[in-house]
């Protein structure tokens, strides 16, 4: 059974276009996150919802709008690519309010390519 | 935004010898998290430690939070080919924000 899972796994694409990556765990957790790996490795917290509800919002372009259906679920839809959003971008879970003790679960990651 | 710095960047050791990974912050944590990442896979988390001093063992990995909160350790003893991976060291505070820092890559040799 996959916990956290996310599509697609590689995405190439060209300078200018709109694309979003889906995320969906089945793991009943109430909180759900989005990060950003860079070329460097280093991985920076973009958006976290819980119950549905936006609660961090770091300081992220405009073009990335995170969406969330029902808890289970988190999208992100980033308009207008530019090459420096050429990253790996992992969506994560926790169990409840995503407090200091609690473990995120990581999906597979998605391989963005803007050319 | 809190800055977590671990050293060394790159490790690349023989099978069977030990390792340290250290990660250093001039902020006060409420609790560390070691995760670990296979390449082309997302992090799993290690251990969580939470209390200034602690030390938890998990087989032949042992972690140690610094009594301030500031920094942590991670120590492999006799590293075998599946420790290979990136280490990372991640903290939080009361906004409930994970911080990451740049990750250790270590590699075991056969």
């Known amino acids: 059974d996959t916990a956290v899972s996310q599509t697609p796994k590689y995405l190439v694409t060209q300078m200018g276009n709109d694309k979003s990556i889906k995320c969906e765990q089945n793991?009943?957790?109430?909180?759900m996150y989005w990060y950003k790996q860079d070329s460097k490795k280093f991985l920076k917290i973009m958006f976290s919802?819980?119950?549905?509800?936006?609660?961090i919002n770091e300081t992220v372009p405009n073009r990335f709008s995170p969406k969330s259906p029902d808890k289970a679920h988190l999208n992100l839809h980033i308009n207008s690519l530019e090459l420096g959003d050429s990253a790996v971008y992992f969506c994560?879970?926790?169990?409840?309010?995503?407090?200091?003790?609690?473990?995120?679960?990581f999906g597979p990651g998605t391989r963005l390519l803007v050319l | 935004t809190q800055l977590l710095e671990q050293s060394p960047q790159f490790l690349s050791i023989q099978e069977g010898e030990n390792l340290t990974v250290y990660c250093n912050s001039s902020?006060?944590?409420?609790?560390l998290q070691w995760y670990r990442q296979e390449p082309g896979e997302g992090p799993v988390l290690l251990v969580t430690?939470?209390?200034?001093?602690e030390v938890k063992k998990l087989k032949r990995l042992t972690f140690q939070f610094g009594d301030a909160r500031k920094d942590s350790s991670l120590h492999i003893t006799a590293a075998q080919p599946g420790d290979t991976g990136l280490y990372l060291c991640?903290?939080?505070?009361?906004?409930?924000?994970?911080?990451f820092g740049a990750g250790t890559t270590v590699t075991v040799r056969a």
């Open positions: 919802y819980n119950n549905k509800e936006l609660i």
């Open positions: 991640a903290g939080s505070s009361n906004d409930y924000k994970l911080s």
């Open positions: 430690v939470v209390t200034g001093g």
């Open positions: 902020s006060v944590f409420s609790s």
């Open positions: 793991l009943g957790h109430d909180t």
């Open positions: 994560a879970s926790s169990p409840l309010a995503g407090g200091p003790k609690e473990t995120q679960y």
